[in-house]
């Protein structure tokens, strides 16, 4: 590989992490927007939101590169729940050349130390269950929990990641000041040994193969009563959907039956397991209960 195409280390990606500042800023917010969702003007959060939901305590902020061009950025809008002030993340979003640099955990990182700052303690969002780096990335590395799955959240969305399955999406709680959160934070995602956790915990289902790099689901466990337990879905799950549609919606039939069922009963989404396993990765929703 010729030096000049060489992938830069983590190291050597320096960034600024800052507030939104000028008009520019928000465009820029625009255009990161279309890059990776590749959403219709419809479904465009315009400058004008942007602006607003900052004026009357929303937090943006963006990542810049070292000749100040905006690679990411993260969006958040005041809210309540319980009577309580939150934050309501509602955007992240790293250009394709900055992913896999830590852009948005840094941005994360960021989003968690200003709303400190103004004495909230608590942001929630949402994620798309059927993506499990999103999922390792919510629950795994940032320490957030989830006990409520909504169906369709978004209904139908313009954007070609988001096509051919209905929009469902747990709602990620992350409270930003817990003795777990600031352990996580402060250890990351512990490495699992999965032939040691997978004999001490319950796996409500079990991997299928039917064929190469294609998995579907047994039959789910609905009826467990362990303090914890591990729902197994697919590490290649984002592959799956795009090869055939029709099993990705069977997975997604089935994390509604488990989150609906588990939930209910008050379990709480608290963590997600990557392993590796005889040379592939294995992928897990950890569930345990009475964690709200």
Known sequence: MAQGT?????????LTIAPFQSQTDYK????????????????????????????IGGISLGAYNTIGEMVGFVSSFLGTEDGILIQHSHMLAVRQAYRNFGVGYRLKLAQRKESLKRKIRKITWTFDPVQPLNAYFNLGKLGARSNVYAENFYGESSSVLHRGLPTDRLLARWDLDSSATVKRLETGAPRRELRKELKKLEVINRLEDVSPGMTTSSPVKLTSTADQLLFEVPYNLPTIKVRDLGVALEWQGKMRQVFRAYFKKGYVASDFWVGEEEGHLRAFYYLEKGRR
């Open 6 to 14: 060489r992938r830069k280390r983590r190291d050597e990606i320096k």
């Open 28 to 55: 820029s917010a625009v255009d990161i927007q279309r890059e990776v969702w590749k959403f219709d003007d419809i479904d465009i959060i315009p400058p004008s939101m942007l602006l607003a939901s900052d004026h």
